[in-house]
């Protein structure tokens, strides 16, 4: 039988479990890792995974032989701020004279001055600066991603960066999961009429329902931004109009955003790092799948991380993700967050691995088509230029990925060092 594509010579195959949900607690901690691997690919998808014994009698158009180093599934990245204007490069002055984030963003900076960007960029221009990003976040093995808008606050500007995530979507290969995420933040025109702009925001969410612009809706839930009670408002009008809930919830004070996102059924409650041990405790029995962003910790010069270990220990979902922003986390590289689980929020790697991978896809409902390899699955896999799955997140700052694909097609490869 003639392959299109047959991968042999693995050393390590990484495929976490698919069980058609997240995998939660103690199923976090289990991993199959197929050693001396091969598997096949034809028109796209996996049509054979099996021993590299096996495989040398096949026969396939193309053989790559991946030098008994690691092969992972794509990773997934479920949660990026990717479109936006401008630089905050400025504020980091601030940071380092500890000013906090969310006082940079009251005197008008932070986020709205992305929003301003934003706002002043043409769609053509906001489109190239975002596939710049999605560019180098390919290089470094991420093959699907979720990506906000957020960063226009009215409706022409949401919508542009929506639109941009479109274009993306049809010029890439890879997979980009939309997410609203309107209630970014209150621009100054609204001070003291928040609840209006709610209303605005949530006069939104059938347009872009109708012009098919975004999966899911987001809103920052946060002391200084919206209430657990505006979140709640904006996050049941957005299940009535048919959205995936997502939420930015307990980044900074405890407002309780886990709890809420239990109880709607959300498909993500992101940060978390003030979650208390209610709200672990429900997210513990539901279905939504905790996102944690240990770069935008670091970034921030925070202390405290989100409660990983207690988390899986209480039973909980628990996927990783850049938080790829401008302003409280500025890196496109998945694997330095695998390094930051391990160091900082104590994950194991088996559980990390099958955080940027399969619970990453089920938090943006890609469960079924991407984090895990299998017959019959697309052919989104990463080569790594390492000899066993726990060496990246243990060798941080860097990229490991020697080669990309997507449905069985090379995107991105590392270019060889120059002969002398
Ligand atoms: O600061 C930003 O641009 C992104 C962000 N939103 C909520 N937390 C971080
Ligand atoms: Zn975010």
Known sequence: MDFDLLVHNIGQLILPAYTGKSLKGEEMKQLTVKESAAFAVSDGKVTWIGSDAEAKSFNAK???????????????????????????????????????????????????????????????????????????MVSHGTTTIEAKSGYGLERETELKQLRVVKQLNEKYPVSIVSTFLGPHAIPPSYNGKE????????????????????????????????????????????????????????????????????????????????????????????????????????YLGKEHYARARKMIDDGAAVALATDFNPGSCVTENLQLIMSLAALKLKMTSEEIWNAVTINAAHAIGKGELAGTLDVGRQADFVVWDVQNYKYIPYHYGVNHAKSVYVSGQIIWERMPFGKF
């Open 62 to 136: 193309v053989k790559l032989d991946a030098e008994e180093k690691v092969v992972s599934p794509g990773l997934v990245d479920p949660h990026t701020h990717l479109v936006f204007g401008g630089t905050r490069e400025h504020e980091l002055a601030l940071k380092q004279e500890g000013v906090p984030y969310l006082e940079i963003l009251a005197r008008g900076g932070g986020i709205l001055s992305t929003v301003e960007a934003t706002k002043n960029a043409t769609l053509q221009e906001l489109f190239d600066k975002a596939s710049f990003h999605l560019e180098r």
């Open 195 to 298: 609840n209006e702009f709610l209303q605005d925001m949530m006069g939104l969410l059938e347009e872009i329902k109708e012009k098919n612009l975004a999966d899911f809706a987001d809103i920052f839930c946060e002391t200084g931004v919206f209430s657990i009670e505006q979140s709640r408002l904006f996050l049941q009008r957005a299940k009535e109009n048919g959205f995936g809930l997502k939420i930015h919830a307990d980044e900074i004070d405890p407002l309780g955003g886990a709890e809420l996102a239990s109880s709607l059924g959300a498909a993500s409650a992101d940060h978390l790092v003030a979650a208390s041990d209610e709200g672990i405790r429900m997210l513990s029995e539901s279905e939504t799948v905790a996102v944690l962003l240990p770069g935008t910790t670091f």
